[in-house]
Structures are given as C-alpha cells and as structure tokens.
C-alpha cells in the first residue's frame, strides 16, 4: 500500500475553507484514496474518497492532481466542530494503514 | 442497524493475564479489521480478514490472535497481557469491493490498561 505525507498540523479560521494537503507519490493506478478523520479518542468517521475524479459530498470536496500523486481535502466553511486530525488513505483492496495525519484546529 | 460494536469499553488487566475484545457487526460486511492507537499516534491494523474463516496479519500482529468463525463477529485475543499492549483498539468492518472502493465502519473503541 502507498504510503502518505501529510503536514502535522494546521489552523483553519472558523467559516473559511480548510485545504488539507497530502502527498502520495508512490500511488498505483488502482488504488484508492480515502480521508477519514478522529474527533478526541473516537472511532474514525469517513470523510470522502476517490480513484481519478474531484469528489464532491456534503461533508468536503476531494481534489486529485491529474498524475494522481497528491490531493486536497477541501472542507467549504470549517466550523469548531471540525477540528480534528485528518487521515489520508491510499488503500487498495479496503485495507488502510493509517498514517499520523494532520491536526486541524479550527479558531473562532 | 447497530453498525460495529465493541464490548468492553474499558478494562484493566494485570501482566500475564489473558482477554479477549469482542467486536460484532451488523452491516453483513465481509472484511473486518482490529487497530491499536497508542496516545498521540495514528492507528496499527493489527490484524484483518476478508470474509469467514479467512484471517490475516496486518501492521503489528505480535501478541494477538483472531478467528472469523462468523461474517459478524471478529474477536482478538490477548493471551499474556504486557503493559506495551495498554492502548486504545477499534474494530472496524467494511463491505468487500476489491478495485471499486469501500468504506469502513470503526465501532467506539475498547481502552485497555495493563498493570
């Protein structure tokens, strides 16, 4: 499975749009990539995912480069719910190994 | 529809002792997975499996066994409980969907403390 990078934290001001960045450059052409993301010590709640095509649900928007080596998790008007860390997946077959993610704080 | 559930949500062991996590899922999802995440890290696939009677490795299996006699429960043994173990596991379950993408379901959490 690809492994990610993603940024170990970023801020975000409440209403404004969060880009959350994250880079998958070992990539193959069948594999997946999902975002989920962990509120306190929850159980991780999924977000979105997408093989080639941008993805749009009412949670966020997912935004693939054209050669399929990085994406951007965009959520449109982050609110303090958001805040926390967000997981992107590259998985093929279902199974996601999960790397340390990014930590979004949203600030009033 | 209860999606995964997790028994129990909170344990003490004492070293050398053994458990078992119980996780069942209603959703007649093929895969099912066991994760670990020690405070302030990603999650650890420790172990998965495909469907029943299929079982296989994941990150860190070492110190745990499952068995997927059934499509809804998947439980993971500790059998001599070390205090490297004390972490937070999830259970999760997904449909199967090689090449077409699939989502999968984490249940709440079993926090596990080894003394």
């Known amino acids: 499975d690809a492994k990610t990078t993603q940024p170990p934290s970023m801020d975000c001001a409440e209403g404004r749009a969060a880009n959350l960045p994250c880079n998958h450059s070992t990539i193959s052409g069948n594999e997946y990539v999902y975002w989920y993301r962990q509120i306190h010590s929850q159980g991780p709640q999924y977000i979105i995912h997408?093989?080639?095509n941008n993805e749009t649900n009412e949670m966020a928007s997912l935004i693939i480069t054209e050669d399929r080596k990085s994406s951007t998790l965009i959520l449109p008007h982050a609110t303090l719910r958001d805040t926390a860390v967000y997981y992107c997946i590259v998985s093929r077959r279902g199974k996601l190994i999960f790397g340390q993610g990014t930590e979004l704080s949203v600030k009033p | 529809n209860a999606g995964v559930t997790q028994t129990p949500k909170f344990r003490i062991l004492k070293i050398g002792q053994s458990m078992t996590l119980q996780c069942t899922q209603d959703?007649?999802?093929?895969?099912m997975y066991w994760y670990r995440q020690d405070p302030g890290m990603g999650l650890k696939l420790i172990y998965y499996s495909v469907g029943a009677g299929i079982t296989d490795k994941g990150e860190v299996p070492n110190g745990y066994n499952v068995s997927r006699s059934t499509t809804e429960d998947f439980p993971l043994r500790l059998e001599l409980a070390a205090p490297s173990q004390t972490s937070v596991y999830f259970c999760?379950?997904?449909?199967?969907?090689?090449?077409?993408?699939?989502?999968?379901?984490f249940g709440e959490g079993s926090w596990l403390t080894v003394v």
């Open positions: 959703m007649n999802h093929n895969y």
């Open positions: 997408g093989l080639k």
């Open positions: 999760a379950s997904s449909q199967t969907g090689e090449g077409t993408g699939n989502t999968i379901y």
